[in-house]
């Protein structure tokens, strides 16, 4: 099965749109087979890759819900190897239908799974909150990548997104990972942004990507095309960034894409990967780096609110 990355962080404006249709592109563009689901109402992705969501006829609403399958919402893209299953403002409303529903957390899960058997990466563009959709995607999903402004009021709230990551490997999906936390909207000439980097690292350790995305004009001139950076200019900075980001998620992921590439890849979600190495080892590595919000003092706590990056923080 396809590695399933959802993106998210219930603060609005901090690029998870920009870095789920970049990030899915990107990876395309090294010839893994990637889908990309927008399951945001405001259905920016959608538009960003090029649809409109009103002339879609079967979006990630009808399979929520039932009317149609995950397969039958599939739709091709201009980029070779990248498949999108569209959003629409119907979404709205899907919360509402879906609270009677049994196990209702798990809806998005179990509509994915024979079209993630198709997919290296599946790629899940969350909406800006906490609500029943981000959780389904969680419960969906194998990591999740969190986006972090380089501004002061982007570090706070994070405390609350890492005890619903907590939550949910509680009580719906005790695998999640964290794949990493990215810094966006990067200034390298503010000191506000380079402070903020320090408190991210310092907060989140070795699960802070190398990469960091950088302010950029055509970044930000792309949607309104329809397209990822990469096909609106190449050799700009965001291009650069975001194909940084795809190598770094593609050297953490090998073991992964070996084992799903030989057709063992967890078709069942009951078969641990294999180890490869000192098994005392590979403990140690994962209570280090997959799980920082446990490695972290007092990260998820009763007091985790409070000790989340943004306190302390001074200029």
Do not use: W
Request: glycine letters at 6%.
């Amino acid at each position: 099965m396809g590695k399933v990355i959802a993106i998210a962080n219930q603060k609005g404006g901090v690029g998870k749109t920009t870095t789920a249709i970049n990030l899915a592109a990107s990876l395309a563009a090294t010839e893994h087979s990637t889908l990309l689901i927008d399951i945001d109402p405001q259905a920016n992705c959608t538009s960003g890759i090029g649809l409109e969501p009103k002339d879609v006829e079967a979006s990630i609403y009808e399979a929520l819900i039932g009317e149609v399958s995950a397969q039958e919402t599939v739709l091709s893209t201009e980029i070779p190897f990248l498949d999108v299953v569209p959003s629409h403002i119907n979404l709205v409303g899907a919360e509402i239908e879906m609270i009677d529903v049994m196990e209702r957390e798990k809806i998005l899960s179990n509509a994915l799974q024979r079209v993630r058997r198709k997919y290296d990466f599946i790629v899940i563009d969350c909406p800006p909150s906490l609500g029943l959709l981000t959780l389904n995607s969680l419960t969906a999903a194998n990591s999740v990548l969190i986006p972090v402004q380089a501004e002061y009021f982007a570090l706070e709230g994070l405390g609350q997104l890492l005890n619903t990551i907590k939550i949910v490997r509680q009580h719906l999906n005790p695998d999640l990972e964290i794949e990493g936390v990215l810094l966006t909207m990067f200034d390298t000439r503010l000191r506000l942004s380079n402070q903020v980097a320090q408190e991210v690292r310092r907060y989140f350790g070795d699960k802070v990507f190398e990469t960091i995305v950088q302010r950029n004009v055509r970044l930000s001139e792309a949607p309104s095309f329809g397209k990822p950076v990469i096909l609106y200019d190449a050799t700009s900075k965001g291009s650069k960034n975001y194909m940084s980001l795809a190598r770094e998620i593609l050297a953490d992921n090998q073991r992964y894409l070996q084992h799903h590439a030989n057709g063992d890849g967890q078709a069942d979600d009951d078969e641990p990967l294999p180890a490869t190495g000192d098994a005392s080892e590979e403990a140690a590595s994962s209570s280090r780096s997959d799980r920082p919000e446990e490695s972290v003092p007092g990260a998820l706590s009763e007091s985790s609110e409070e000790k989340t990056p943004a306190n302390g923080f001074s200029l």
